[in-house]
């Protein structure tokens, strides 16, 4: 059985992951904006298949919602894949941006205003027409009330450090060379919180390497498996 789980970031879904035989739930909040909820999901989706233990991957946003699955149930996993993302809580300018956006798109729904907001950022210049088209296309069909909640969910999140600290799993930490959101010194500063981490540049690529280098990711992924038995 395939024990392998990928989180999406924001404001994307599953389509964002090219990778066969992977559990890529599509995730939705509901109720008090909060990531633990949406850990919570996802800890259904593994009760449901049977999965006892699994190798934890996330994308930027996917990657807050794994540490807030961690913080609820680090027994349920033997592995961590952190591609473009962070352990460390928002600034207030960043938070103030993201109720701002969060109030936008209830305002005025989603829209081009949004793909311009963040294809720029997500994207590196090497990105594809047909990665373009894709992020694109997952961007703008996604409902209002999602981008809202997750943005206020995202706001709330917590400092991971300590929790990050305490575990004993092995970890790969995966950066597009061209991240703007989370570049690689971030990268670098999450890889060193972690007791067992292997990290990795992936050329050609901003925040979304799975979208812009699939067939990189997936060979880093793979090589790093096998390199630590998992
Ligand atoms: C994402 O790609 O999931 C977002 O850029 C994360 C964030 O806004 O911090």
Same mark, same amino acid.
């Given at each position: 059985?395939? !024990?392998?789980?990928?989180? =999406? ?18 995730? %939705? ?13 996802? $800890? ?10 699994? $190798? $934890? ?29 962070? =352990?460390?809580?928002? @600034? ?14 209830? %305002? ?10 963040? $294809? ?5 210049? !090497? @990105? ?7 992020? %694109? ?58 007791? %067992? ?34």
């Amino acid at each position: 059985m395939n !024990d392998l789980v990928l989180l =999406h970031a924001f404001p994307l879904d599953a389509r964002m992951w090219d990778v066969p035989g992977a559990l890529t739930p599509s995730l %939705r909040g509901h109720g008090q904006p909060d990531l633990g909820t949406v850990a919570d999901q996802v $800890l259904g989706v593994l009760d449901e298949r049977g999965l006892e233990k699994v $190798l $934890l991957g996330g994308c930027s946003m996917g990657g807050y919602v794994a540490m807030a699955l961690l913080r609820r149930a680090p027994e349920r996993v033997k592995g961590l894949v952190f591609v473009d993302t962070k =352990h460390t809580a928002d @600034a207030p300018e960043a938070v103030a941006n993201r109720h701002a956006m969060a109030d936008r798109v209830e %305002r005025d729904g989603v829209g081009e205003w949004l793909v311009e907001a963040m $294809l720029p950022n997500l994207l590196g210049p !090497d @990105a594809s027409d047909t990665a373009r088209a894709l992020v %694109r296309t997952m961007v703008l069909e996604q409902r209002a009330e999602d981008v809202a909640w997750w943005q206020r969910a995202m706001a709330k999140r917590p400092d991971s450090t300590d929790l990050l600290e305490s575990l004993d799993v092995p970890s790969l930490v995966l950066v597009g060379e061209h991240d703007r959101i989370t570049p690689p010194d971030v990268a670098a500063k999450l890889a060193v919180t972690l007791r %067992r981490s292997t990290s990795e540049r992936i050329e050609n690529a901003g925040h979304l390497p799975p979208v812009e280098q699939p067939g990189e990711f997936r060979a880093r992924l793979e090589r790093w498996r096998g390199q630590v038995g998992i």
